[in-house]
């Protein structure tokens, strides 16, 4: 299956044996959490505005938080497989080879992997998240292969 711009969404085209492509489009494909977070956005804005009786001052927070919140709109692609995990945001492409992991944690709508052995508060703020709709135990199954098991859990969990 390729990837559809009329249709955006989480589709995938296998690579090889161990590999998945797909792209994710976050104000699409979470619906929900992504509209309320960009109403948000405009909210704090607009109230940041008013509050300060300035109207540069609601534009200039209205412009940080849209760059902030930006890769909500643009479609992401991700690659997991026999090299690593790549990420493709616009032109910019970030990969992670398998030995650079150290480990992972699922959530309900994704998994976080993570760079560094330390599992403090701020570590997940240096990893990359990875939107699982739709591929789950697929994406599960090659982390389990090339990382091994979820951080924090044992393998009787």
């Not at 249709?7 to 976050?26: H, V």
């Not at 804005?45 to 540069?56: A, D, F």
């Not at 699922?106 to 998240?129: P, Q």
């Amino acid at each position: 299956m390729s990837v559809s711009r009329i249709q955006p969404g989480l589709t995938s085209r296998p690579i090889g044996s161990e590999s998945l492509r797909w792209t994710s489009w976050p104000i699409f494909d979470e619906r929900p959490e992504a509209w309320l977070m960009t109403i948000f956005a405009i909210a704090v804005g607009v109230g940041t505005g008013v509050i300060s009786h300035s109207l540069i001052t609601g534009i200039f927070v209205l412009v940080l938080l849209t760059v902030t919140l930006s890769r909500l709109w643009l479609p992401v692609s991700y690659e997991v497989g026999t090299l690593g995990i790549i990420e493709v945001v616009w032109k910019r492409r970030r990969c992670l080879a398998w030995r650079q992991i150290a480990g992972y944690r699922v959530f309900k709508n994704g998994v976080l992997i993570f760079h560094a052995l330390d599992e403090n508060a701020g570590s997940g703020l240096f990893g990359m998240y990875i939107p699982t709709t739709g591929h789950r135990d697929a994406i599960l199954s090659v982390l389990k292969r090339y990382v091994g098991g979820e951080l924090g859990r044992s393998a009787t969990d």
